[in-house]
């Protein structure tokens, strides 16, 4: 896909700054710094979705999340970790390419929050009606 920035990176013809490559995946520094250390983790192959991936690029996917999310913690020494990836407009997805975002966290740095006020727990059965929806899609 030569219109994806994403496969541009991979392919040499747009400027990154790496920081783990093996033979399916690429790590390299977002361009939104918010907390110093803020790292994508993409496979090399063009997949728009994460429904989209299959099991060994997945598990490649992963590996290089957990060995980066590792030199993160070495190297920046942060008190948590986000991570998180979207998929489609709606979800914030900026780039049509699968990308994980570590987010290396300090205490009160007033980044990211994933709830405007925490919802309320939800009821047993609702839980469970919402269980078996999911096994019966899988």
């Not at 994806?4 to 013809?13: D, K, N, P």
């Not at 994508?40 to 992963?62: N, Q």
Request: glycine share 6%; hydrophobic share 45%; charged share 20%.
């Amino acid at each position: 896909m030569s219109e994806c920035l994403f496969c541009a990176i991979v392919r040499g013809e747009a400027v990154a700054s790496p920081v783990y490559e093996d033979d399916t995946t690429l790590a390299f520094m977002n361009l939104r710094q918010g907390n110093p250390g803020h790292v994508l983790v993409i496979p090399k192959a063009h997949v728009e979705m994460l429904y989209e991936l299959d099991v060994g690029t997945t598990a490649s996917l992963f590996q290089a999340v957990v060995t980066v999310a590792r030199a993160i913690r070495t190297a920046f020494a942060p008190n948590g970790l986000n991570i998180w990836q979207s998929n489609g407009e709606s979800a914030g997805q900026e780039i049509p390419h699968v990308h994980i975002h570590l987010f290396p966290r300090m205490v009160n740095d007033h980044r990211i929050q994933f709830y405007t006020q925490t919802p309320p727990h939800a009821e047993r059965d609702d839980l469970d009606q919402l269980a078996a929806r999911l096994r019966q899609a899988l």
